[in-house]
């Protein structure tokens, strides 16, 4: 008799396939059963997860929206000297404020409120148009 060729045929490819998915769909459905037993039993603290993840999204939306590279330049390039970087950081630190005590509606309205009459009463301007142009200069000047 001739020894069996070494690939399997393919009827018991079929079978060991149909098993792997058979086991699959079981692993799936007991998965599902552990899920159901834990929102069953630890339903209550599960809710406590959706509010920690709730917040940690909110703080990373803040932290994204937060105004970070002007105050870091203004305390590292010392621009305290300058009247209009300084009204720009009072603006800056006017606006968090106001978002963290009251609300951002009110922070923003009433932030740009007081810049339109500063520019028109008191001759408030931008410090800068362009942050990007601060960064290339300041870069350069501490290269020297």
């Known amino acids: 008799m001739e020894k069996s060729s070494a690939r399997p ?21 007991f998965a599902g059963f552990l899920v ?38 203004w305390l590292k390039y010392k621009w305290a ?5 300084n009204i720009q950081f009072a603006f800056i630190l006017y606006t968090t404020l106001m978002t963290v005590l009251v609300d951002l509606n009110v922070a923003v309205v009433s932030g ?3 810049f339109i009459l500063g520019r028109k009463f008191m001759g408030f301007t931008d410090a800068e148009e362009d942050f990007a142009v601060v ?4 870069s350069m000047k501490a290269d020297l």
């Open 112 to 114: 740009t409120v007081l």
């Open 135 to 138: 960064h290339e200069n300041e």
């Open 9 to 29: 045929s393919a009827a018991r490819n079929a079978c060991c396939a149909s098993l792997r998915l058979s086991a699959l769909l079981l692993a799936f459905v």
């Open 81 to 85: 000297g300058n009247k209009a970087r």
């Open 36 to 73: 159901l037993g834990g929102l069953l039993n630890f339903g209550k603290l599960i809710t406590h997860i959706a509010s920690a993840v709730f917040v940690g999204v909110l703080l990373k939306a803040g932290l994204d929206v937060l105004d970070r590279d002007f105050p870091l330049a």
